[in-house]
């Protein structure tokens, strides 16, 4: 399929992000996964088992608008996700979901004609309309600003 420089460029961050992401936080031990930038933030091991939330909604945010005329997604609250005792499991759990749910989106995205780019969700907490290739942008990026806050709690804890 034909796509502009910019969709391949979202596909190309969704298809290195995994494996960026595993040599980040693949084989820290537990001290350190449980490392946080300040009171009241994220540990590590929550911003891995966010991500694969994270990512398991975009996945029905780009598949709805392809499967069905104008969806209307649904929001979630990302902070009481976190509180649920599965966010203190291994990240290698969470690495495994991302890595495979990725390379879902890239075959997925690959196949997208160009007016399939165009197909309109409603996202209510936005209050408006957005396109598969928001989506896309938003969940190319979303995972590098994750890894982004890693390095600050690396750095306020010197490693
Ligand atoms: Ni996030």
Redesign the pocket.
């Known amino acids: 399929m034909t796509r502009t420089a910019v969709q391949q460029e979202y596909i190309d961050k969704l298809r290195e992000f995994p494996a960026i992401f595993e040599a980040l936080v693949g084989n820290l031990p537990d001290a350190k996964l449980d490392c946080k930038e300040r009171e009241g933030e994220w540990t590590v091991r929550q911003i891995v088992h966010?991500?694969a939330d994270?990512h398991m909604n975009a996945w029905s945010r780009m598949k709805l608008p392809l499967t069905e005329p104008h969806p209307t997604i649904k929001p979630y609250d990302?902070e009481k996700w976190a509180e649920h005792p599965d966010y203190t499991l291994p990240v290698a759990i969470s690495l495994l979901i991302i890595t495979g749910l990725h390379q879902r989106m890239v075959a997925l995205l690959e196949s997208l004609s160009p007016d399939d780019w165009k197909k309109l969700l409603y996202h209510p907490e936005a209050g408006r309309d957005m396109t598969v290739e928001e989506v896309a942008n938003t969940y190319a990026n979303?995972g590098y600003?994750?890894i982004g806050q890693i390095n600050k709690i690396r750095a306020v804890h010197g490693w």
């Open positions: 966010h991500v994270s990302q979303h600003e994750h």
